[in-house]
């Protein structure tokens, strides 16, 4: 183990003795990082209780921390997947998240969650109907797909298939993604489900394809460092196989609501507050995970 990896290692599970339930802090790295992001998840958008409003504010946070660019986790929007949406109230909400996600020029690289999808347009020829209308709201090259940046292999899963996982097609192309980099490029995957997951033993939400997933990230262990993702507005971190899973808290909290009577404060979901991530990363494939939570009133 370096040295780094080591003191990194030993700082955090120190800190996650004393802090809160739920927040991570990451310890100073001795060199610089040659990249810096923001991972937002779980927004949830709309247009009522003066949610634009508080989200552009949250927003201005993220910026502050000057990020490269940012990875949307996915629910981008509140929701187009329940059986009574209407066209109208999808349109409306996609509006909204244009206007919020514009108060930035930062490249945003999203995934596909759950609750952005529109299910129920009247037939599957409609321009409107599933993923490919939100690929296209979203502005990403496919529902799936994988960029780079400063040595850096990003990948995007949409687990939005039967069971949560990924379909045969993505499959394929996933593995052959990986057999493609050359040993040690170092990885970052983002999905809205968590792959591996702490809270899912009570929460549930976890991709059902973990097992083979698990093993391709076995063979390329000099590759994959990182698993973004979202989708349970609860914070955990899991680590298996040399692989770090950081499935970061919702940028909603509890919906933008105040919260039920066994959430630990006003707006946290469970004991998470409602947040963002900033993640290091080096280019040595090691990196940093730190979850800040905003205030309690946003």
Known sequence: MKRREFIKSNSIAGALAVLPAGIVLADTAVSKPILTLAHITDVHIRGNENIPDRASKCLSKVLKHQPDFILNGGDSIHDASYDNVTREQVIAQWETWDKFIAATNLNVYSCIGNHDPWWKAPDKTDDM???????????????????????????????????????????????????????????????????????????????????????????????????????????????????EYYCNGAMSGFWWGKGDEKSAAGY?????PPGYAILKLYPDGSHENKYIPFDHQI
């Open 129 to 243: 109907y599933g993923i490919r209308y939100v690929v296209k709201r979203l502005k990403i090259p496919n529902r799936y797909y994988s960029f780079e940046k400063a040595g850096w292999h990003f990948i995007v899963l949409d687990g939005n298939n039967d069971g949560i996982k990924l379909d045969p097609e993505q499959m394929a192309w996933l593995k052959k993604d990986l057999d493609n980099l050359k040993y040690g490029t170092p990885i970052l995957i983002m999905s809205h489900y968590p792959i591996l997951t702490v809270t899912g033993t009570w929460e549930g939400g976890q991709h059902s394809d973990h097992k083979e997933l698990k093993s391709i990230f076995f063979k390329h262990r000099d590759k994959v460092k990182v698993c973004l993702s979202g989708h349970q507005h609860l914070l955990d971190r899991a680590w298996y196989n040399g692989v």
């Open 268 to 272: 946290y979901y469970q004991e998470t």
